[in-house]
Protein backbone atom coordinates (compact mmCIF):
# COMPACT_ATOMS: atom_id res chain seq x y z
CA UNK A 1 0.00 0.00 0.00
CA UNK A 2 1.36 3.09 -1.20
CA UNK A 3 1.47 6.81 0.97
CA UNK A 4 -1.72 8.71 2.19
CA UNK A 5 -2.68 11.57 0.13
CA UNK A 6 -1.74 14.67 1.65
CA UNK A 7 -4.99 16.57 2.94
CA UNK A 8 -6.12 19.94 1.27
CA UNK A 9 -5.45 22.79 3.03
CA UNK A 10 -6.52 26.65 2.73
CA UNK A 11 -4.04 29.01 1.38
CA UNK A 12 -2.39 30.62 3.71
CA UNK A 13 0.37 33.34 4.09
CA UNK A 14 3.19 31.72 2.62
CA UNK A 15 1.38 31.93 -0.89
CA UNK A 16 1.69 35.86 -1.20
CA UNK A 17 5.65 35.54 0.13
CA UNK A 18 6.52 32.73 -2.59
CA UNK A 19 4.66 34.07 -5.09
CA UNK A 20 4.53 38.07 -4.71
CA UNK A 21 7.77 38.33 -2.46
CA UNK A 22 8.51 42.13 -3.23
CA UNK A 23 4.56 42.98 -2.37
CA UNK A 24 5.48 41.07 0.89
CA UNK A 25 8.61 43.05 2.10
CA UNK A 26 10.81 40.21 0.77
CA UNK A 27 13.18 41.93 -1.44
CA UNK A 28 16.42 40.87 -3.66
CA UNK A 29 14.16 37.79 -4.84
CA UNK A 30 13.21 39.16 -8.28
CA UNK A 31 13.69 42.96 -9.21
CA UNK A 32 10.09 42.75 -9.81
CA UNK A 33 7.35 40.10 -8.67
CA UNK A 34 6.60 37.59 -11.46
CA UNK A 35 3.81 38.85 -13.64
CA UNK A 36 3.65 42.06 -12.12
CA UNK A 37 4.39 43.72 -15.81
CA UNK A 38 2.47 42.56 -18.48
CA UNK A 39 3.33 45.29 -20.96
CA UNK A 40 6.84 45.58 -21.92
CA UNK A 41 7.32 48.16 -24.44
CA UNK A 42 5.57 49.78 -27.45
CA UNK A 43 2.36 47.15 -27.31
CA UNK A 44 -0.43 47.19 -29.91
CA UNK A 45 -4.33 47.54 -29.03
CA UNK A 46 -6.03 49.34 -26.44
CA UNK A 47 -4.20 49.74 -23.07
CA UNK A 48 -6.82 48.66 -20.52
CA UNK A 49 -6.74 49.05 -16.51
CA UNK A 50 -9.02 46.26 -14.70
CA UNK A 51 -9.18 47.19 -11.27
CA UNK A 52 -11.65 44.96 -8.52
CA UNK A 53 -11.68 43.41 -5.30
CA UNK A 54 -12.90 40.22 -4.34
CA UNK A 55 -15.21 39.70 -1.62
CA UNK A 56 -16.63 36.41 0.89
CA UNK A 57 -19.66 35.44 1.53
CA UNK A 58 -20.38 37.84 3.98
CA UNK A 59 -19.83 40.64 1.67
CA UNK A 60 -16.21 41.61 3.02
CA UNK A 61 -13.71 42.18 0.83
CA UNK A 62 -10.62 39.76 1.13
CA UNK A 63 -7.36 41.02 1.71
CA UNK A 64 -5.59 38.36 1.15
CA UNK A 65 -6.14 37.48 -2.52
CA UNK A 66 -4.01 36.46 -4.98
CA UNK A 67 -4.84 36.33 -8.72
CA UNK A 68 -3.45 35.63 -11.65
CA UNK A 69 -4.96 36.04 -14.99
CA UNK A 70 -3.86 34.94 -19.04
CA UNK A 71 -5.22 35.99 -21.74
CA UNK A 72 -4.73 36.90 -25.84
CA UNK A 73 -2.95 40.13 -27.06
CA UNK A 74 -5.09 42.59 -28.61
CA UNK A 75 -5.43 40.56 -31.98
CA UNK A 76 -6.28 37.57 -30.25
CA UNK A 77 -3.27 36.08 -30.11
CA UNK A 78 -1.77 33.68 -27.16
CA UNK A 79 2.10 34.16 -25.42
CA UNK A 80 2.28 30.43 -25.42
CA UNK A 81 4.70 27.62 -26.62
CA UNK A 82 1.23 26.02 -28.83
CA UNK A 83 -0.17 29.55 -30.87
CA UNK A 84 0.13 28.04 -34.05
CA UNK A 85 -2.24 31.23 -36.00
CA UNK A 86 0.07 33.71 -36.07
CA UNK A 87 3.39 35.91 -34.39
CA UNK A 88 1.76 37.30 -30.74
CA UNK A 89 2.70 41.11 -29.57
CA UNK A 90 6.32 40.53 -28.60
CA UNK A 91 6.03 43.36 -25.84
CA UNK A 92 2.80 41.66 -24.45
CA UNK A 93 3.32 38.93 -22.02
CA UNK A 94 -0.45 37.87 -21.81
CA UNK A 95 -0.03 36.47 -17.92
CA UNK A 96 -0.02 38.91 -14.92
CA UNK A 97 -0.74 38.06 -11.40
CA UNK A 98 -1.52 40.72 -8.60
CA UNK A 99 -1.81 40.10 -4.66
CA UNK A 100 -4.76 42.08 -3.44
CA UNK A 101 -4.19 45.33 -1.07
CA UNK A 102 -3.26 44.20 2.61
CA UNK A 103 -5.78 47.48 3.83
CA UNK A 104 -8.45 47.57 1.12
CA UNK A 105 -8.61 44.71 -1.04
CA UNK A 106 -8.27 45.93 -4.11
CA UNK A 107 -6.19 44.40 -6.80
CA UNK A 108 -5.00 46.21 -10.25
CA UNK A 109 -4.14 45.11 -13.52
CA UNK A 110 -2.67 46.84 -16.45
CA UNK A 111 -3.43 44.90 -19.82
CA UNK A 112 -4.34 45.43 -23.49
CA UNK A 113 -8.04 44.10 -24.61
CA UNK A 114 -7.84 40.93 -25.57
CA UNK A 115 -8.39 40.14 -28.85
CA UNK A 116 -11.49 37.04 -29.99
CA UNK A 117 -10.03 33.94 -30.31
CA UNK A 118 -11.43 30.60 -31.45
CA UNK A 119 -13.41 28.05 -29.54
CA UNK A 120 -12.16 24.87 -30.33
CA UNK A 121 -15.18 24.33 -32.64
CA UNK A 122 -14.03 27.67 -34.70
CA UNK A 123 -16.95 29.65 -32.76
CA UNK A 124 -15.39 33.42 -31.71
CA UNK A 125 -14.97 33.60 -28.41
CA UNK A 126 -16.19 37.34 -27.26
CA UNK A 127 -13.11 39.11 -25.88
CA UNK A 128 -12.25 37.68 -22.86
CA UNK A 129 -9.64 37.07 -19.28
CA UNK A 130 -9.16 34.03 -17.99
CA UNK A 131 -8.77 34.64 -13.73
CA UNK A 132 -7.81 32.09 -11.20
CA UNK A 133 -8.42 33.24 -7.77
CA UNK A 134 -6.45 32.08 -4.18
CA UNK A 135 -7.35 32.95 -0.94
CA UNK A 136 -7.44 31.86 2.65
CA UNK A 137 -10.93 29.90 2.69
CA UNK A 138 -10.14 28.50 -0.76
CA UNK A 139 -9.01 24.66 -0.89
CA UNK A 140 -8.86 24.61 -4.52
CA UNK A 141 -8.13 27.68 -6.66
CA UNK A 142 -11.53 28.64 -8.31
CA UNK A 143 -11.36 29.67 -12.57
CA UNK A 144 -13.73 32.42 -14.13
CA UNK A 145 -13.56 34.62 -17.26
CA UNK A 146 -13.72 38.74 -17.03
CA UNK A 147 -16.05 39.86 -20.28
CA UNK A 148 -16.46 43.29 -21.32
CA UNK A 149 -19.81 44.82 -20.86
CA UNK A 150 -19.47 47.51 -23.74
CA UNK A 151 -18.46 44.29 -26.23
CA UNK A 152 -22.39 42.81 -26.21
CA UNK A 153 -22.87 41.81 -29.75
CA UNK A 154 -19.60 39.62 -29.42
CA UNK A 155 -20.52 38.22 -25.68
CA UNK A 156 -23.93 37.16 -27.54
CA UNK A 157 -21.93 34.92 -30.06
CA UNK A 158 -19.82 33.55 -27.52
CA UNK A 159 -19.77 29.68 -26.71
CA UNK A 160 -18.89 29.79 -23.00
CA UNK A 161 -21.73 33.16 -22.14
CA UNK A 162 -24.36 31.06 -24.45
CA UNK A 163 -24.12 27.89 -21.67
CA UNK A 164 -25.05 29.84 -18.88
CA UNK A 165 -28.68 28.42 -18.03
CA UNK A 166 -29.36 30.89 -15.86
CA UNK A 167 -28.92 34.34 -18.07
CA UNK A 168 -28.98 36.99 -15.10
CA UNK A 169 -25.76 35.35 -13.81
CA UNK A 170 -23.84 35.91 -16.84
CA UNK A 171 -23.63 39.70 -15.12
CA UNK A 172 -21.34 38.32 -13.17
CA UNK A 173 -18.66 37.73 -15.89
CA UNK A 174 -19.42 41.43 -16.98
CA UNK A 175 -16.25 44.12 -16.53
CA UNK A 176 -18.32 47.36 -15.97
CA UNK A 177 -16.96 50.60 -17.91
CA UNK A 178 -15.79 52.99 -15.23
CA UNK A 179 -14.01 55.51 -17.88
CA UNK A 180 -12.10 55.29 -21.22
CA UNK A 181 -10.13 52.13 -20.34
CA UNK A 182 -10.75 51.43 -17.44
CA UNK A 183 -13.16 48.55 -16.25
CA UNK A 184 -14.23 47.27 -12.52
CA UNK A 185 -14.58 43.31 -12.20
CA UNK A 186 -15.58 42.39 -8.88
CA UNK A 187 -15.62 38.57 -7.47
CA UNK A 188 -18.10 37.61 -5.16
CA UNK A 189 -17.10 33.66 -3.95
CA UNK A 190 -20.95 33.47 -2.29
CA UNK A 191 -23.95 34.71 -1.87
CA UNK A 192 -26.70 36.73 -4.40
CA UNK A 193 -23.91 38.19 -6.60
CA UNK A 194 -21.51 34.68 -6.52
CA UNK A 195 -19.71 35.03 -9.80
CA UNK A 196 -19.89 32.05 -12.00
CA UNK A 197 -17.11 29.68 -11.91
CA UNK A 198 -15.36 27.30 -14.10
CA UNK A 199 -14.93 23.83 -13.69
CA UNK A 200 -11.51 23.41 -15.63
Known amino acids: MGPKETPSQTAGPYVHI ?3 PNFSGISNVYAEDLGHRMITGDV ?3 RITVTGTVYDGAGQALKDALIEIW ?8 HAPGETRGT ?3 NFFGWGRAASDMET ?3 R ?3 VKPGRVPAADGALQAPH ?3 WIVARGINVGLQTRLYFEDEAEANAEDPL ?3 IEHRARVGTLLAKVEGVGRYRFDIHLQGPDETVFLDI
Open 18 to 20: GCT
Open 44 to 46: GGE
Open 71 to 78: QADANGLF
Open 88 to 90: PDP
Open 105 to 107: GAY
Open 109 to 111: FET
Open 129 to 131: ISV
Open 161 to 163: LAR
